[in-house]
């Protein structure tokens, strides 16, 4: 009988102990409460109107882990309707929550909406901006890292610290005044300058011979950037949630809307060091200074500024070619990188996306195979949802380039779920261009200059190439990507360079299933803003 006891006892203290460890194990919820408002601060020396988040430019640094659930009540005080995006984040099964015009109705001056999404399966350094209008040009735009769990080692040593760097270039001139000046048609004049966390010059301090993470993202406007550090070297050990192979770079270069993290050993004299970023394949270069201050440096900063690189777009598609992925890393997952043979699936769709700067009705406009999108007044998701007529269609644009003249339209391209596509960017532009796809990352598998033909595909790394959110294109070139569609939604396809965006490089994929299931997607959220044709629908 005793005995018998006993075994009860047992029973309910594992059973107590299991329910203990399960209500541990849940993924946290994160609160947040975020005002947006208007503000004077004097970026660049004169004074002009910003975009602060809770009294912040940049806007507060959102840290969370593997899994965490943010619920973020966003409040407008601007005096126009606003939108976040959260860039990088995949928003599984849940474009509801992308905070762009194709999914969300933009919050109204002095109203709000609850953001609620998870970092799901993620670690890595990411961003978030405005998505609406120009407002990523006076501000509203922060650092967000992903940090791994406790069970799911990464590989490197932890670091002594960590430092989220926001580099991007700047206009003196209101977002308000650059809006109107692309409405009439007119290209944005070069940026004034660069900064670094929101200041022409700012100082970070460490400690002599500790190890110190460096989180470095371009949340400019238009201009790719190059990034080192006086006297030190840069272990790149993650981009944009990939695990890649440690190399070590005098510099390394950033384009538009991209993310980087390196590792920096302190292991130099004690004195302060220069850490620089300048602009890249410009003919006027901007430049931003910060100070690595060693705490027991006595010295300030002395000497010429360590150079950019010598080369430009050869040098740079080179080091972007050198970006591996880790194999035997894990991510997220506690299953390897590599465990994913990416380069042994066969797509189903090839899509070549070819961007161009038509005048259209005498304007300037930007194109995608000779379509310049156009936002509606309702969004693409919502007219989905409630199939509303007329917003869009799926033939509005081809997946191949075509002749004739560029025209506007509300660009949808069609994909079923769990396609496995390639897409290839051609640049047959001077300029640089960067590509950003929502609610995925993607395998960058080849570069080249020139025009891409199908005979290129033998130049393709079809076995450890990284995964990321945002490729570049170098001039009169082509980038090609593969992309697994194993996330239901309305997800879009951009220009990271936000003049090009808001005037029509960009689209959205479709990516559906007919078959209405929790297990891929979300319903639509109790919460949801309603505007345009929307209004009126009942949920």
């Known amino acids: 009988m005793g005995?018998?006891?006993?075994?009860?006892?047992?029973?309910?203290?594992?059973?107590?102990?299991?329910?203990?460890?399960?209500?541990?194990?849940?993924?946290?919820?994160?609160?947040?409460?975020?005002?947006?408002?208007?503000?004077?601060?004097?970026?660049?020396?004169?004074?002009?109107?910003?975009?602060?988040?809770?009294?912040?430019?940049?806007?507060?640094?959102?840290?969370?882990?593997?899994n965490d659930n943010v619920i973020l009540n966003l409040v407008n005080k601007l005096d126009e309707p606003f939108l976040l995006t959260w860039n990088g984040i995949k928003q599984r099964k849940n474009s509801w929550q992308d905070g762009v015009l194709g999914?969300?109705?933009?919050?109204?001056?002095?109203?709000?909406?609850?953001?609620?999404?998870?970092?799901?399966?993620?670690?890595?350094?990411?961003?978030?901006?405005?998505?609406?209008?120009?407002?990523?040009?006076?501000?509203?735009?922060?650092?967000?890292?992903?940090?791994?769990?406790?069970?799911?080692?990464?590989?490197?040593?932890?670091?002594?610290?960590?430092?989220?760097?926001?580099?991007?270039?700047?206009?003196?001139?209101?977002?308000?005044?650059l809006r109107e000046s692309l409405d009439s048609g007119k290209s944005l004049a070069f940026p004034d300058g660069l900064l670094i966390n929101g200041q022409?010059?700012?100082?970070?301090?460490?400690?002599?011979?500790?190890?110190?993470?460096?989180?470095?993202?371009?949340?400019?406007?238009?201009?790719?950037?190059?990034?080192?550090?006086?006297?030190?070297?840069?272990?790149?050990?993650?981009?944009?949630?990939?695990?890649?192979?440690?190399?070590?770079?005098?510099?390394l270069d950033v384009h538009v809307g991209q993310s980087a993290a390196v590792l920096v050993t302190l292991n130099q004299p004690p004195k302060d060091y220069y850490i620089?970023?300048?602009?890249?394949?410009?003919?006027?270069?901007?430049?931003?200074?910060?100070?690595?201050?060693?705490?027991?440096?006595?010295?300030?900063a002395s000497g010429p500024l360590p150079s950019p690189p010598a080369y430009q777009y050869h040098w740079s598609v080179k080091q972007?070619?050198?970006?591996?992925?880790?194999l035997t890393a894990n991510a997220a997952r506690p299953n390897p990188q590599g465990s994913y043979h990416?380069?042994?699936?066969?797509?189903?769709?090839?899509?070549?996306?070819?961007?161009?700067?038509?005048?259209?009705?005498?304007?300037l406009h930007y194109a995608v195979n000779k379509v310049s999108y156009v936002n509606p007044d309702t969004p693409l998701k919502l007219a989905?949802?409630?199939?509303?007529?007329?917003?869009?269609?799926?033939?509005?644009?081809?997946?191949?380039?075509?002749?004739?003249?560029?025209y506007i339209a509300t660009s949808v391209l069609p994909t079923s779920l769990h396609d496995f596509i390639e897409v290839v960017f051609q640049n047959n532009e001077n300029t640089m261009q960067s590509w950003h796809l929502d609610g995925y990352d993607f395998w960058v598998v080849g570069y080249g200059f020139g025009q891409w033909t199908p005979a290129k595909r033998r130049t393709y790394n079809l076995v450890d190439a990284l995964t990321r959110h945002t490729a570049q294109v170098y001039p009169n070139s082509w980038t090609t990507i593969l992309v697994s569609l194993d996330n239901q939604g309305m997800w879009n396809l951009r220009s990271a360079i936000w003049e090009r965006q808001y005037?029509?490089?960009?689209?959205?994929?479709?990516?559906?299933?007919?078959?209405?299931?929790?297990?891929?997607?979300?319903?639509?959220?109790?919460?949801?803003?309603l505007c345009g044709k929307a209004v009126g629908h009942h949920l």
């Open 320 to 326: 972007a070619r050198s970006f591996r992925w880790n």
């Open 103 to 177: 999914t969300n109705c933009p919050i109204p001056p002095n109203s709000n909406y609850t953001y609620k999404f998870q970092a799901k399966d993620q670690i890595g350094t990411y961003t978030y901006f405005p998505s609406t209008q120009l407002h990523k040009a006076a501000g509203g735009f922060g650092g967000l890292n992903v940090y791994h769990r406790s069970v799911i080692p990464v590989p490197y040593p932890y670091p002594d610290g960590d430092f989220t760097l926001l580099i991007g270039d700047w206009y003196k001139t209101s977002h308000k005044a």
């Open 342 to 363: 990416y380069g042994k699936i066969t797509p189903t769709k090839t899509i070549v996306l070819e961007n161009s700067a038509p005048l259209i009705n005498g304007k």
């Open 276 to 300: 620089v970023a300048s602009t890249r394949f410009s003919k006027r270069v901007l430049t931003a200074t910060a100070v690595l201050h060693y705490t027991n440096s006595h010295s300030p």
């Open 3 to 66: 005995s018998t006891s006993l075994l009860h006892l047992l029973r309910v203290v594992v059973l107590a102990l299991l329910s203990v460890s399960l209500v541990q194990a849940e993924d946290a919820y994160k609160y947040y409460t975020w005002t947006v408002t208007y503000g004077t601060l004097s970026p660049l020396g004169s004074p002009q109107q910003v975009i602060l988040i809770n009294g912040q430019f940049p806007g507060p640094q959102l840290d969370l882990v593997t």
């Open 503 to 529: 005037l029509g490089q960009q689209l959205y994929l479709r990516v559906w299933n007919a078959q209405h299931s929790l297990a891929n997607e979300y319903d639509i959220p109790s919460n949801v803003l």
């Open 200 to 251: 022409a010059h700012t100082t970070i301090h460490g400690d002599q011979g500790k190890t110190y993470m460096f989180r470095i993202s371009n949340v400019g406007m238009s201009t790719s950037i190059n990034f080192r550090i006086q006297g030190h070297t840069l272990k790149l050990v993650e981009v944009e949630g990939s695990h890649i192979v440690q190399n070590i770079y005098d510099s």
């Open 384 to 406: 989905d949802y409630f199939n509303i007529p007329g917003i869009f269609n799926v033939d509005s644009i081809q997946s191949l380039p075509s002749n004739g003249p560029a």
